[in-house]
């Protein structure tokens, strides 16, 4: 099973910015699309990021586009999520998720896969004065 750890979470004031990290031990992640995903209590699961196993697509939901960046180091089997200018809006648990079956060619052209096979347990971000 391929197991994912996010990490990063905390607290931070608004118009702070936090980096999170999805990481796998255990297997290369270089065949994997990653998407993030975040989820405020009484609140639907919200997509807001994906990246193509070789990171040459990105992918950003409107609601954090131009605030927050995806990226990743295969050779660290790492994905981050930088979050900038962030709002009391942001304050969620927020998840990554894997799967191989987007590879190359099945990368969607347009926004991100909502399945995924594989998911973390999720880290909190808190946005607060």
């Known amino acids: 099973q391929l197991h994912l750890v996010e990490s990063g979470g905390g607290l931070v004031q608004p118009g702070g910015s936090l980096t999170l990290s999805c990481a796998s031990s255990r297997f290369t992640l270089d065949y994997y699309t990653i998407g993030w995903f975040r989820q405020a209590p009484g609140k639907e699961r919200e997509g807001i990021s994906c990246i193509s196993g070789s990171g040459s697509w990105t992918r950003y939901a409107n609601s954090v586009k131009g605030r927050f960046t995806i990226s990743r180091d295969n050779a660290k089997n790492t994905v981050w999520l930088q979050m900038n200018s962030l709002k009391s809006e942001d304050t969620a648990v927020y998840y990554c998720?894997?799967?191989?079956?987007?590879?190359?060619?099945?990368?969607?052209?347009?926004?991100?896969?909502?399945?995924?096979?594989?998911w973390g347990q999720g880290t909190q971000v808190t946005v607060s004065s």
């Open positions: 998720a894997a799967d191989s079956k987007y590879y190359g060619a099945n990368f969607p052209t347009t926004g991100c896969p909502t399945e995924y096979a594989n």
